[in-house]
């Protein structure tokens, strides 16, 4: 059963969902989505600043609770297209909180003025700026993403691990968007249930990211067609009413069949990306907590070693 809450704010959305019309414009997508951030409730004892890190501005969450040791790197969703840290950083903050961790949003290339594969490329630069420098070499780094930024946060570690470089201590993917092909079949079957996609936009982002049909099944544009040895263990949150849940059952499957280490939890009657709206609606303090204890057991910062690779000083 849904909480009050929830019920209030998806019947509202479903109604401002309702009145709008026409087809897919990029632009009036990026409107809308500029001031996404409301829905999220405002952190507390968690501060914010912004600096550039590998050649990105970064918003930085610091919570009140930090350990010095555990950093956390978080790749907002929007479609490849939409959002930005700004949209992101109340959420983030609730993410600090509950992992003790510093939680660093970078502001990637969006399609499709940068497509496919940009915006890896940029991620992946990013996280080996944790992972192999001295700066942060003795750290816990947890590499996260939502929707489309938990599908970069999986092909940047597969890219690292192609790469023969150092690996974060663990990932941690929320209704992550891991299928550019559009083949699971939680798309039709949520259809009618759907807060936020459709099967057009959907589409429609795809095709904006990656601009050679051909590549759209490549594993560093639709990690689902990758391969999970070698990785650091994975923690999956889905949400049942998600169009895209299937996306995270198919990687489950990926990973008992590949022996691979991954621990999934489900979340009944939840739309898409329901944790953005952390400080809101119950359901979703309780998934970001969720998260936060289950880092805790896998990236302890005091017993934490990198793996893979070697230093790169800096």
Request: proline share 7%.
């Amino acid at each position: 059963m849904l909480s009050e809450q929830a019920q209030l704010l998806f019947d509202e959305i479903r109604r401002a969902k309702d009145e709008a019309s026409g087809g897919f414009n990029l632009e009036q997508e990026r409107r809308n989505s500029s001031h996404a951030g409301v829905l999220t409730g405002e952190p507390t004892k968690v501060e914010f600043d912004e600096r550039p890190i590998a050649g990105l501005r970064t918003i930085v969450a610091r919570p009140a609770n930090c350990h010095p040791r555990r950093k956390l790197i978080f790749l907002h969703g929007g479609g490849f297209a939409l959002m930005s840290p700004a949209t992101h950083s109340r959420f983030a903050g609730h993410i600090a909180a509950a992992c003790r961790a510093e939680v660093f949003i970078p502001d990637y290339s969006l399609a499709p003025e940068h497509p496919f594969p940009q915006a890896l490329e940029e991620c992946a630069a990013f996280t080996r700026r944790f992972t192999e420098s001295r700066e942060f070499f003795d750290g816990a780094i947890v590499l996260a993403g939502d929707s489309a930024g938990g599908g970069l946060a999986l092909s940047a570690a597969m890219k690292l691990r192609d790469e023969g470089r150092r690996l974060p201590a663990c990932l941690a993917l929320l209704c992550p968007w891991l299928d550019l092909t559009l083949r699971s079949e939680s798309i039709e079957r949520n259809r009618e249930r759907a807060l936020f996609l459709r099967h057009t936009s959907l589409e429609a982002f795809a095709n904006l990211y990656v601009t050679d049909a051909d590549e759209l099944s490549h594993p560093y544009a639709s990690p689902i067609y990758g391969s999970l040895r070698g990785l650091p263990p994975i923690y999956l949150q889905g949400a049942e009413h998600d169009m895209l849940v299937d996306d995270s059952t198919r990687l489950q499957e990926l990973a008992r069949a590949e022996g691979a280490p991954l621990r999934y939890d489900l979340f009944p009657l939840m739309p898409h990306s329901f944790q953005f709206f952390a400080g809101t609606v119950p359901e979703a303090d309780a998934a970001i907590h969720q998260l936060g204890r289950h880092i805790d057991r896998t990236a302890p910062p005091e017993s934490w070693a990198p793996r893979g690779g070697s230093v790169v000083p800096s």
